[in-house]
């Protein structure tokens, strides 16, 4: 990953300058890069920033000084509070579960959706934040699942 054309100010950290990507951006002094972090053309990172591993800047954003972007770093600055996807559930792309939440036997979670609450079980969420649109009777759901991989013969094409 490269590190092109892109203006860095006095003193800013790239703790690993080939696992980032910086083109035509600006970084502001003593602004620290973490891992795996994108940083496209005429976005602007202010001043003494920290921007955490795995981190997307897209185009003509621009962050002032002093912002912190990302996950915390240290155990003082977090707990585990666990997750839980029961047998069968499907969760659609670029949805965030929060913590603590269980998503239920068979249920399908939407595609960006936000779930802020206990998914029941045969049921579909959608949204932001995610509610549930219907429930799924087990006619609907029996005919084409198995236990052992999810699909009948039928479906796996």
Request: charged share 20%.
């Amino acid at each position: 990953m490269p590190i092109n054309n892109a203006t860095l100010g006095k003193e800013v950290q790239i703790r690993q300058p080939d696992l980032v990507n910086l083109y035509g951006c600006t970084i502001g002094d003593g602004t620290r890069i973490g891992a795996f972090v994108e940083v496209q053309k005429n976005a602007v990172i202010g001043a003494r920033c920290k921007i955490s591993s795995h981190t997307f800047i897209c185009e003509g954003v621009t962050i002032e000084d002093e912002c912190f972007v990302g996950q915390l770093q240290t155990e003082d600055d977090w707990k585990v509070d666990h997750i839980r996807v029961c047998h069968g559930a499907s969760i659609g792309s670029g949805a965030v579960i929060m913590c603590g939440v269980t998503i239920g036997e068979r249920a399908l979670v939407g595609a960006g959706a936000v779930v802020t609450r206990d998914v029941p079980k045969h049921s579909i969420v959608a949204g932001v934040p995610a509610k549930v649109v219907r429930s799924l009777s087990e006619l609907e759901i029996s005919p084409f699942l198995t236990p052992q991989c999810g699909l009948s013969e039928d479906t796996r094409q």
